[in-house]
T-cell receptor, first 114, second 114 residues
Framework: DQQVKQNSPSLSVQEGRISILNCDYT??????FLWYKKYPAEGPTFLIS?????DKNEDGRFTVFLNKSAKHLSLHIVPSQPGDSAVYFC?????????????FGKGTSLLVTP | KAGVTQTPRYLIKTRGQQVTLSCSPI?????VSWYQQTPGQGLQFLFE???????NKGNFPGRFSGRQFSNSRSEMNVSTLELGDSALYLCASSLGGTLGETQYFGPGTRLLVL
């Protein structure tokens, strides 16, 4: 039962434009949301997180938006750079019997073209 | 600070064998989590250890087990290997004190079962 869903398996964006990656979740007990970036043959690298008491968190070119009522979050990358090309995973955790576990989406492969 | 390290990086085993994977967390981190990544299922939570105790467990059969040592290093064991166990096994560490902490991943161990 996939509790975190990334419905776009891939996304292609031109360099300099905005990349918007989307994520939906079903479990209302989730309190913390994270985005990870993964290159082939490497482990996921933490990018940015947000807790449910906020609706926006910004770190340089990366901004995460959370809409709790819609159970939806998105990652905005502005401006996009070729080095951003990777697979992006959305993850969530919260106050449940597996509270320390991260529940991952299946990832969105981002390609930033020059 | 050194990151999360995992050994070995690659393994080839045959069905029915068992395997042990090792993970050394970031210095000072007391929580270690294990995840399995496959193309079809994405990243799935196996279990999490804190202070040598399993604190959370995902939906995997009992063939998958783990332990944590007093220095926070962790091992996971898979017995009676099946073809479907071929995957990238990722270890992540965090401080371990609170829910929603960022987990930092190692590079993973790629296991191939023939």
């Amino acid at each position: 039962d996939q509790q975190v869903k990334q419905n776009s398996p891939s996304l292609s964006v031109q360099e300099g434009r905005i990349s918007i990656l989307n994520c939906d979740y079903t479990n209302s007990m989730f309190d913390y949301f994270l985005w990870y970036k993964k290159y082939p043959a490497e482990g996921p690298t933490f990018l940015i997180s947000i807790s449910s008491i906020k609706d926006k968190n910004e770190d340089g070119r990366f901004t995460v938006f959370l809409n709790k009522s819609a159970k939806h979050l998105s990652l905005h990358i502005v401006p996009s750079q070729p080095g951003d090309s990777a697979v992006y995973f959305c993850a969530a955790s919260g106050s449940s019997n597996s509270g320390y576990a991260l529940n991952f989406g299946k990832g969105t492969s981002l390609l930033v073209t020059p | 600070k050194a990151g999360v390290t995992q050994t070995p990086r690659y393994l080839i085993k045959t069905r029915g064998q068992q395997v042990t994977l090792s993970c050394s967390p970031i210095s000072g981190h007391r929580s270690v989590s294990w995840y399995q990544q496959t193309p079809g299922q994405g990243l799935q939570f196996l279990f999490e250890y804190f202070s040598e105790t399993q604190r959370n467990k995902g939906n995997f059969p009992g063939r998958f087990s783990g332990r944590q040592f007093s220095n926070s290093r962790s091992e996971m064991n898979v017995s009676t290997l099946e073809l479907g166990d071929s995957a990238l096994y990722l270890c992540a560490s965090s401080l371990g004190g609170t829910l929603g902490e960022t987990q930092y991943f190692g590079p993973g161990t790629r296991l191939l079962v023939l």
